[in-house]
Structure formats: structure tokens, C-alpha cells
Antibody
Framework: EVQLVQSGAEVRKPGESLKISCKDS????????IGWVRQRPGQGLEWMGI????????RYSPSFEGQVTISADKSVSTAYLQWSSLKASDTAMYYC??????????????WGQGTLVTVSS | IQLTQSPSLLSASVGDRVIITCRAS??????LAWYQQKPGKAPKLLIY???TLQSGVPSRFSGSGSGTEFTLTISSLQAEDVATYYC?????????FGGGSKVEIK
């Protein structure tokens, strides 16, 4: 059974950097798209971006381009989301999700458990 | 592509038929998925390709539509269906989500 296991909750101060992770327990990490989704407290889901670890093809939402970096390490089947300078407004739950993408199927079918990031002085 | 869901809040009785609408700002063919999110949990895929039920999802859930207008129907609302429901388009990047529709029991 494929699972996405995310790293634990983080507390940081504004201006600090952070990298959170999402480990794929499946056997085809480099042929799956892995996306990241933000959910601020009490708010809806926001699509941030997605990476194809096979060739590192990465797409960002314009809302997040330049604000975060999405990367992946095939050797450990792990995707990452990182910030170089956090803001209080980055406080949110962050989910990774696998995009199953075939001719007849396109959706985020597997989700990680979420990583809560709190940014506070 | 903007996705507008309605209603944003819905209160219904157990056994009621519930319909949630998702409208896209431009045509997205059938590249639409529906998710259910219960409080404190990650979202769960219910429907993909606008109308195909994900394996293991109860048959009281169904989806329809294509182009710009889509619906998610719960044929007979159950207590365990209390959740927020989101649509997502996968026609073009960014794969945006709708604002969500919260379903409560009356």
C-alpha cells in the first residue's frame, strides 16, 4: 500500500528557513507526480505546486512562485517543500499528495497526514 | 482557472439528497475531482474525471457535469458525511481548488 509520510510539526520565527519532507513508501516514486497543498487555519485548500521526481519537472502556482521551492530526492523517495525566509502568513497545515495521472484518471489519490508549520515571534 | 462552489454551507437532515455545485471560469472538459475533508484530517478523493467513483467510496456519492458546470450529489445524507467538500480542476496548471462546501446535519 502506497503511503506518503510527512515530517513532524515545526515552529519557527519570522525570517527563518525551513524544509519539510514527504516520503513516498511506494515503488514508483520517480514516475509519480507529488504535489503540495496549503491550508491556513479555518480556510480552504490552495494548490501550491507539483514535481515529477523522474526528471524534476516542477510547476508552481503563480501565488507561490518565488515564495517556496519544491524539490525531490529519488534516492530516498522523498519530496520537499522549503522556505528561505518564513513569514507569519506561512502559518498553515501543508499536505503533500500523489497525483495519479493516466488517460482516464487524474487526481490526488494519496495524501500525506499533513505538516503543521507555525511561524511566530 | 477559478472554481466557484455553492453553497458554501449546507445544513440538511439525515436521508436528504444533497447537491453541491462547482462552476469553472472556463471549460475544463471532465478534468475535475471531488474531495471530502473531515475536521483534523487530510482530504480524501471521492470522484475523479467528473463522474468516476474512487474505489471504496460509498455509492451514495456521485458526480456529473463537463465543461464549466459540475455537481456532487449525496443521494441519502448520512451522519458520517459531515465534512467539507472541495472540487479541483486538473485541466491546466495551477490545478486550483474550489473554496469548499461545508455540509452539516440539521
Amino acid at each position: 500500500e502506497v503511503q506518503l509520510v510527512q515530517s513532524g510539526a515545526e515552529v519557527r520565527k519570522p525570517g527563518e528557513s525551513l524544509k519539510i519532507s514527504c516520503k513516498d513508501s511506494g515503488y514508483r516514486f520517480d514516475s509519480d507526480w507529488i504535489g503540495w497543498v496549503r491550508q491556513r487555519p479555518g480556510q480552504g485548500l490552495e494548490w501550491m505546486g507539483i514535481i515529477y521526481p523522474g526528471d524534476s519537472d516542477t510547476r508552481y502556482s503563480p501565488s507561490f512562485e518565488g515564495q517556496v521551492t519544491i524539490s525531490a530526492d529519488k534516492s530516498v523517495s522523498t519530496a520537499y517543500l522549503q522556505w528561505s525566509s518564513l513569514k507569519a502568513s506561512d502559518t498553515a497545515m501543508y499536505y503533500c499528495a500523489r497525483r495519479e495521472h493516466t488517460v482516464k484518471y487524474d487526481a490526488f489519490d494519496i495524501w500525506g497526514q499533513g505538516t503543521l508549520v507555525t511561524v511566530s515571534s | 482557472i477559478q472554481l466557484t462552489q455553492s453553497p458554501s454551507l449546507l445544513s440538511a437532515s439525515v436521508g436528504d439528497r444533497v447537491i453541491i455545485t462547482c462552476r469553472a471560469s472556463q471549460g475544463i472538459s471532465s478534468y475535475l475531482a471531488w474531495y471530502q475533508q473531515k475536521p483534523g484530517k487530510a482530504p480524501k478523493l471521492l470522484i475523479y474525471a467528473a463522474s468516476t467513483l474512487q474505489s471504496g467510496v460509498p455509492s451514495r456519492f456521485s458526480g456529473s457535469g463537463s465543461g464549466t458546470e459540475f455537481t456532487l450529489t449525496i443521494s441519502s445524507l448520512q451522519a458520517e458525511d459531515v465534512a467539507t467538500y472541495y472540487c479541483q480542476q486538473l485541466n491546466s496548471y495551477p490545478h486550483s481548488f474550489g473554496g469548499g462546501s461545508k455540509v452539516e446535519i440539521k
